[in-house]
């Protein structure tokens, strides 16, 4: 591939060359360079960029209502993203011991029955589930398909301001205790860095009466409804809306906003992860709902232009661990151009 089939938007003209800290919010360093430095031959090795669409991922849990999601992209502390299809309610509850999920549902509709209430989340809702909340998912439609962050440390709200990006009174769902529900499952799994551990349990751990104390720890957030930070004509980097205390995951709208073109970059510190959601606009090289990017840290990339009158949705991920595709996301990755995020080859 040829640096005329990804040319530079000012091709000829001297290229601003951005090394950052820290995503967004640590020092940088700026070198103008003449070669438009994205573009690549060939590349050995693990640490490459990919793209993959989830809904192509063939999941255990489309054909086994036991198994658990399937793992797309993992590190080494056990941060992880996987993928359900799920076809059938869960048949058990199930703890998540090692971390807190952040659910995000590219398609379909489901139930999630927890220990805090029972909401319902359709098409590019997040559902957050700290860890150790018990919980159970009965899929509403046969599409189903979710993206599940795993992260080691808890993930909270970090909005640049108490409101503007998100209406917390009005966006943010929490779920709603039944106190007549009917008893369910008495299997409750609690999963771990080494796999379930099953307990026959004599009642329901999840059914109850009413919440008496604390704030609801579940909730639920339509990427839709996160406003992307803009500056204007001018350009800047994206604002989180999510993250762990000591940043070792944010989590950002990466949805269509005004302004130019990302710099050509380099991130020190992060792993780049991004899911595009939906359209009607292209995101660069990218128009299929349900594709995920991820660019390592330390790959120069460009990056599309976000400015797109047709709008699109998508999530961005930073985190400081280094990923890894698993090998039933590498059935279905392929090296991505890191330009405009087409195929390479
Ligand atoms: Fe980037």
Request: aromatic content about 8%.
């Amino acid at each position: 591939m040829s640096d005329s089939d990804h040319a530079h938007p000012a091709a000829g003209a001297p290229t601003p060359n951005l090394w950052s800290r820290d995503g967004f919010t640590g020092s940088n360093a700026i070198a103008l360079r003449n070669d438009y430095t994205p573009t690549y031959r060939s590349v050995r090795g693990p640490h490459a960029p990919h793209r993959f669409n989830l809904l192509a991922i063939e999941t255990q849990d489309q054909s086994d209502a036991e198994a658990l999601p399937t793992p797309v992209l993992v590190a080494r502390n056990g941060l992880e993203l996987a993928v359900s299809h799920r076809r059938q309610p869960m048949p058990y509850a199930l703890r998540n011991t090692e971390g807190d999920e952040l659910h995000l549902v590219q398609s379909g509709s489901a139930r999630f029955v927890t220990d805090f209430g029972t909401l319902e989340a359709g098409p590019l809702d997040f559902v957050h589930i700290p860890r150790s909340i018990t919980y159970r998912i009965d899929p509403l439609s046969q599409d189903y398909a979710a993206l599940i962050l795993t992260s080691p440390d808890p993930l909270r709200f970090d909005t640049p301001a108490p409101f503007g990006m998100i209406n917390f009174g009005k966006a943010v769902r929490k779920p709603s205790i039944d106190p007549q529900g009917a008893p369910g499952t008495t299997r409750l799994c609690l999963r771990t860095f080494d796999g379930v551990t099953e307990f026959d349990m004599v009642h329901d751990p999840i059914r109850a009466l009413a919440q008496v104390g604390g704030p609801p720890p579940v909730w639920a957030l339509n990427l839709r409804d996160i406003v992307p930070v803009s500056y204007g004509e001018r350009g800047g980097p994206p604002a989180q809306f999510l993250s762990t205390a000591d940043t070792d995951v944010m989590a950002f709208t990466l949805s269509a906003r005004p302004g130019p073109r990302p710099p050509v970059h380099v991130n020190a510190d992060y792993d780049e992860i991004i899911l595009f959601a939906e359209g009607p606009g292209a995101w660069g090289g990218i128009s299929e709902p349900g594709t995920v990017t991820w660019v390592p840290k330390g790959v120069t990339h460009h990056g599309p232009v976000e400015d797109v009158p047709a709008g699109y949705q998508a999530w961005l991920l930073e985190v400081r661990q280094t990923m890894r595709l698993t090998d039933a996301a590498r059935q279905h990755a392929r090296l991505i151009e890191t330009s405009e995020y087409g195929y390479q080859d």
